[in-house]
């Protein structure tokens, strides 16, 4: 067993940082050779230093960061980072006071599609005596999230530049529903189409006096058609930075560097086993997680605590062994730590706070 592994209490969440390392230089080079600016989705790792390290190897492709939240903002502003956009709506009022606040000492900006939003967000800039850029969200064919495209989004534009406060400045578009097909060619096919929903958009309000050129878009599974593309001026890819057993299937250029660490605690013969990482440990509603080393292995019952399992006939497994899991979901299992385990070179080098895990407000 690697030494590291003996430094590790389980169950523990462990990273790789040569194969993260060599992740975010992939995506780092596509982005300065096809000159799209980079905005990291922060939502997988929630790890201020992750993100430190995503913006030095980017350089100048590297434009700031999304977030998912404005409790994911405040974190992230408090670690240096003063240019950020909220991927998402901020709706209640809370959140809004909040985002408010921010406003007097970050470029932040947020996404809207609906005209309650931007009235209640308008009402707040004037009670603050602020302003705030928004870029209008538009719905892709994912049904999530956004306003249609074409003319109800010129409509919503055009709604959120007459109030106070509110200026226009983009567009966002996420084609996250087209990351899972595996087919190669009809990703590439429905992104670049997607694409172009969101440029001839951009095209139409400029028609109707809008001065527009910023067009955020696209995950780990669909930026390298949509970053090739004239126009789309900023990609967002979050997940890729650790990847999981998902977005591999995917995109082959991506390795995962974060595992769950677990210590196999008993064998019940008949080549069953039990581990010390169940569901308060692992996120299995995606699917259950692969052995990194056994690729035989199969999950059989999760339970809180523990996971019960069946090795393959030739696996070779003992109690107190320590093996790693791959996420099927990676950004949803970062959030079950506090730490996250590093081992570089083969070498353990520490543990990372996850600041903004459980930010979810
Ligand atoms: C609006 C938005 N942009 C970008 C991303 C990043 O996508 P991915 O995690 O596939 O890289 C997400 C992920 O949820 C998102 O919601």
């Not at 082959?252 to 064998?267: C, G, K, M, Q, R």
Request: glycine share 6%; charged share 25%.
């Amino acid at each position: 067993m690697e030494s590291w592994k003996n430094l590790i209490p389980t169950p523990a969440l462990v990273l790789n940082y040569n194969i993260m390392e060599k992740n975010m230089k992939y995506v780092a080079k596509f982005a300065r050779e096809n000159n799209v600016k980079l905005r990291h989705h922060v939502k997988t790792a929630k790890t201020p230093i992750v993100a430190h390290i995503q913006m030095k190897l980017a350089g100048d492709a590297a434009e700031g960061i999304a977030v998912a939240k404005v409790g994911e903002a405040e974190i992230y502003r408090q670690c240096g980072f003063d240019d950020i956009l909220i991927a998402n709506q901020v709706l209640d009022p809370n959140h809004i006071e909040r985002l408010m606040k921010l406003t007097k000492y970050t470029k932040i900006r947020v996404v809207v599609d609906s005209e309650k939003n931007i009235l209640d967000l308008s009402k707040s800039t004037v009670r603050n005596s602020t302003e705030l850029e928004v870029l209008i969200d538009i719905d892709l064919g994912m049904g999530r999230t956004g306003v249609k495209p074409y003319e109800p989004a010129l409509k919503l534009a055009q709604f959120a530049e007459a109030h106070e406060g509110i200026k226009v400045v983009g567009l966002q578009g996420y084609e996250g529903h087209l990351t899972p097909q595996t087919n190669y060619d009809l990703r590439k096919e429905q992104t670049e189409e997607a694409m172009n929903q969101l440029i001839a958009t951009r095209d139409l309000l400029n028609e109707n006096g809008f001065n527009i050129d910023y067009i955020s878009a696209s995950g780990s599974g669909t930026f390298t058609f949509s970053g090739k593309i004239d126009g789309i001026t900023e990609i967002q890819p979050g997940t890729y930075v650790y990847s999981d057993e998902h977005i591999c299937r995917v995109c082959s250029d991506f390795e995962p560097a974060a595992t769950v660490l677990s210590t196999i605690t008993n064998n019940t013969g008949r080549r069953l086993y039990t581990m010390d990482a169940g569901e308060k440990a692992l996120e299995t509603a995606d699917g259950n997680p692969l052995f990194k080393d056994y690729p035989k292995c199969r999950f059989r019952v999760v339970t809180e605590e523990h996971t019960q399992f069946k090795s393959g006939v030739k696996d070779e497994l003992e109690i107190g062994q320590k093996v790693e899991l791959i996420p099927a979901h990676i950004c949803i299992t970062v959030n079950l730590y506090d730490y996250i385990h590093v081992v570089k070179d083969g070498e353990y080098i520490g543990k990372w706070a996850i600041l903004a895990r459980g930010k979810n407000y």
